[in-house]
């Protein structure tokens, strides 16, 4: 059992502040805030131990007082406390390693968290469901080890479906579809502390957004060196 508050932001209790964009909003701050409170009880099973492991957990947190953005009548958006939230689920994190001849060394990985209740307790939202917060969110990933020198690490990433709203006034409620992305990392350590690495991210160039209207960037590169002293 875990139990956490958070006060209220500086802006949130005094700020006035505007969106940019043709549907910009203001956003108004509340000096009658109140601090959100928040318990969390979880339970689970771990099994493993260094280089072999998997743990599954099941947790169910309650806010009270949650400080969010109201709508006013005016357009603007008002900092509040409403009701609450209340979010259940399960995680599963697993990881193993095995030879795979005599020098390469192989290690799968998983994440996963899957929400079975995101509501949000409040009778004046227009969706009672947790906006931007997706259902289920993971990443299964694939590295080896070729010697001491060279690791090649890849991964995929899922996230969806989310609730979220248009970008038009006045906004609607929508539900964004899953997707998926596609990562890989080589690394070449030619002496000890010293190593190179190329990273590509959203390897096959995937459109997608976190929130609605603002899209996240396409396939990066990046080459890099790194000293260790």
Same mark, same amino acid.
């Given at each position: 059992?875990?139990?956490?508050?958070?006060?209220?932001?500086?802006?949130?209790?005094?700020?006035?502040?505007?969106?940019?964009?043709?549907?910009?909003?203001?956003?108004?701050?509340?000096?009658?805030?109140?601090?959100?409170?928040?318990?969390?009880?979880?339970?689970?099973?771990?099994?493993? %131990?260094?280089?072999?492991?998997?743990?599954?957990? %099941?947790?169910?947190?309650?806010?009270?007082?949650?400080?969010?953005?109201?709508?006013?009548? *005016?357009?603007?958006?008002?900092?509040?406390?409403?009701?609450?939230?209340?979010?259940?689920?399960?995680?599963?994190?697993?990881?193993?390693?095995?030879?795979?001849?005599?020098?390469?060394?192989?290690?799968?990985?998983?994440?996963?968290?899957?929400?079975?209740?995101?509501?949000?307790?409040?009778?004046?939202?227009?969706?009672?469901?947790?906006?931007?917060?997706?259902?289920?969110?993971?990443?299964?990933?694939?590295?080896?080890?070729?010697?001491?020198?060279?690791?090649?690490?890849?991964?995929?990433?899922?996230?969806?479906?989310?609730?979220?709203?248009?970008?038009?006034?006045?906004?609607? *409620?929508?539900?964004?579809?899953?997707?998926?992305?596609?990562?890989?990392?080589? *690394?070449?350590?030619?002496?000890?502390?010293?190593?190179?690495?190329?990273?590509?991210?959203?390897?096959?160039?995937?459109?997608?957004?976190?929130? *609605?209207?603002?899209?996240?960037?396409?396939?990066?590169?990046?080459?890099?060196?790194?000293?260790?002293?």
């Amino acid at each position: 059992v875990g139990t956490a508050f958070r006060p209220p932001m500086a802006k949130e209790v005094t700020g006035e502040f505007s969106t940019s964009g043709m549907w910009g909003q203001t956003y108004l701050g509340n000096p009658e805030l109140e601090p959100e409170h928040a318990v969390t009880y979880e339970t689970g099973v771990q099994w493993g %131990g260094a280089d072999e492991r998997l743990t599954m957990a %099941g947790f169910h947190t309650t806010y009270s007082d949650k400080i969010s953005a109201v709508p006013q009548t *005016n357009g603007d958006q008002k900092y509040e406390n409403i009701d609450g939230w209340t979010l259940q689920g399960l995680e599963l994190q697993g990881q193993t390693a095995f030879d795979w001849g005599d020098k390469v060394t192989v290690r799968p990985h998983a994440t996963a968290r899957y929400y079975t209740k995101r509501e949000q307790e409040d009778a004046s939202a227009s969706s009672q469901t947790i906006q931007r917060l997706p259902q289920y969110e993971g990443q299964i990933g694939l590295a080896a080890d070729f010697g001491t020198k060279v690791t090649l690490d890849s991964w995929l990433e899922v996230r969806g479906p989310w609730e979220d709203v248009t970008t038009t006034y006045p906004s609607e *409620n929508i539900t964004k579809d899953p997707f998926a992305l596609f990562g890989v990392r080589l *690394n070449y350590a030619p002496v000890t502390g010293l190593q190179t690495y190329l990273d590509v991210e959203n390897l096959f160039d995937k459109r997608y957004s976190y929130n *609605n209207g603002y899209p996240m960037p396409g396939r990066s590169v990046t080459v890099g060196i790194e000293y260790t002293f």
